[in-house]
């Protein structure tokens, strides 16, 4: 997928400056960068929630988009996912894959950050999208519930064959599920490359300046 230059820019500070992108199709690609370096606001234009200076971007094909924070609605766990239009049975068969099946009585609004979290991302998995768009997915969630959202993403992903945009502060994240990895900078793009090259082998000096922080 071949992207066209995005910028986007707020009261008059540029926030986001790339060159046309290029995104390999069936690939997950990790989107790293420090709070701030833009990678939301990229996620947020290619989901089309957002305008990117100079007008809507030609349409990148139907998405999937889990943002950064999600709000389910005030009804039942269950409830929200029969939203989609799932019958009883999957949305159940969905919920007990996550792990959520005791809760989906309860009210989606009670439910934690890792929980809510978990919903997002199963009511999102419910439909095959060609392009997923996942802003920090496993933030908030605890070690097991990020590998179980990880291995229902890579069933996912090995069914559908769609491309992935993942942001993610986890690089060992990165290193389980990404073909491709991304690193923002100040809303500009450092350096693209396939993922144990930019993680382990990084041509810029200044991915290696963000990648000294982590013990990888
Ligand atoms: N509506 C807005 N008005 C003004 N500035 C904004 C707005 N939205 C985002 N920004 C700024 O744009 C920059 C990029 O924000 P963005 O949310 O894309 O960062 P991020 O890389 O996702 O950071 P994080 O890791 O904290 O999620 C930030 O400096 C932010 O303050
Ligand atoms: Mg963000």
């Known amino acids: 997928m071949k992207l066209p230059p995005i910028c986007k820019t707020y009261a008059g500070r540029k ?3 790339l ?4 995104l390999k199709d069936g690939v997950i690609h990790a989107v790293i960068g420090a709070n701030g370096s833009g990678k939301s606001t990229l996620a947020r234009i290619l989901a089309g929630v957002l ?37 009883r049975e999957q949305a159940m068969g969905q919920l007990k894959a996550f792990g959520l099946d005791g809760l989906a009585r309860q009210s989606a609004k009670g439910l934690s950050g ?10 999102l998995l419910l439909k095959d999208y060609p392009f997923l768009i996942l802003d920090e997915p496993t933030a908030a969630m605890d070690v097991a519930a990020t590998l179980l959202a990880e291995e229902l993403l ?13 942001v993610t502060h986890s690089l060992t994240q ?9 690193f923002l900078r100040e809303g500009r793009l450092v350096e ?17 300046a963000f990648l000294d922080f982590y013990a990888l």
């Open 174 to 182: 990165a290193r389980r599920l990404a073909g491709q990895v991304l």
């Open 19 to 22: 060159p046309g992108l290029e």
């Open 192 to 208: 693209q490359g396939e993922a144990g090259q930019v993680l382990f082998h990084p041509r810029r000096a200044e991915t290696r």
């Open 51 to 87: 305008e990117p200076d100079g007008g809507a971007l030609p349409r990148v094909g139907p998405s999937g988009y889990m943002p950064q924070r999600s709000y389910p609605f005030r009804m039942s766990v269950l409830h929200n996912l029969q939203l989609t239009g799932a019958g």
């Open 15 to 17: 926030v986001l400056d």
């Open 114 to 123: 890792g929980e809510t979290a978990r919903l997002a991302l199963a009511r």
């Open 154 to 166: 890579l069933q996912y992903q090995a069914r559908t064959g769609c491309t992935v945009l993942l």
